[in-house]
């Protein structure tokens, strides 16, 4: 799983906390995306970058704001999250945005 | 827009039989579908993938099929390992110009029992 790094891997937050998360990818892919992972839930797309471009923002609150300052690089920024927040957050890359997808180990966040 | 059934959502099998876990889509214009296997604090692997002018894929023990006419594919484990024990996702991606999200299945826990 190198080909796609998440940091960091547990954050504990409060509710009116600012922090980040951080993915980066390896592969010399074009494309990235965000997806939160809940218990009993399917995997739910946040966002997509293709090009370092956000292609899709799929009605996801503004306490989270993404950020791509290139193609291996894609950031998660959180602030006055809610305990309903606390999930797995994934990071995956694709060389462009219609093929294979690749995921990082994640992210475990504890909103508190 | 596109909706993946997967089942069961648990299976628990003796070690050296087989397992299937089965999804449906709803979208026909689905074109690919790969499955991932999420082991205990690690995020999804590809394991396989099949696009829709093939009816079926083979990779050692694993094998996905297709059929596109009912919407539905399988994932098929032979020969399973202790090591098999994970979550697995089907999902499929709609072709469309302006689709490029993959719709995930809810996951299938496998127990391999040694």
């Known amino acids: 799983e190198t080909g796609v790094t998440q940091t960091p891997r547990h954050l504990v937050m409060g509710m009116t906390n600012k922090k980040s998360l951080k993915c980066e990818q390896h592969l010399g892919h074009n494309a990235m995306y965000w997806y939160k992972q809940s218990a009993k839930k399917p995997l739910e797309l946040m966002f997509v970058y293709s090009l370092e471009e956000r292609v899709e923002n799929n009605s996801v609150p503004s306490r989270f704001s993404p950020e791509c300052p290139n193609s291996s690089h894609l950031f998660l920024h959180l602030h006055t999250l809610q305990p309903e927040d606390s999930a797995l957050y994934l990071c995956?890359?694709?060389?462009?945005?219609?093929?294979?997808?690749?995921f990082g180990p994640g992210t475990r966040l504890l909103v508190l | 827009g596109e909706n993946v059934e997967q089942h069961p959502s648990t299976l628990s099998v003796q070690e050296g039989d087989s397992a299937v876990i089965k999804c449906t889509y709803s979208?026909?214009?689905?074109?690919?579908f790969p499955w991932y296997k999420q082991e205990l604090g690690k995020g999804p692997q590809l394991i396989i993938d099949?696009?829709?002018?093939?009816g079926e894929k083979k990779d050692q023990r694993i094998a996905v099929t297709l059929n596109k006419t009912a919407k539905h594919f399988s994932l098929h484990i032979t020969e399973t390992q202790p090591e098999d024990s994970a979550v697995y996702f089907c999902a499929a991606n709609p072709w469309m110009d302006s689709s490029y999200k993959l719709i995930f299945g809810s996951g299938t826990r496998l127990l391999v029992r040694p």
């Open positions: 099949i696009r829709s002018n093939v």
């Open positions: 995956a890359s694709s060389r462009s945005w219609q093929e294979t997808q690749y």
């Open positions: 979208d026909s214009a689905s074109n690919y």
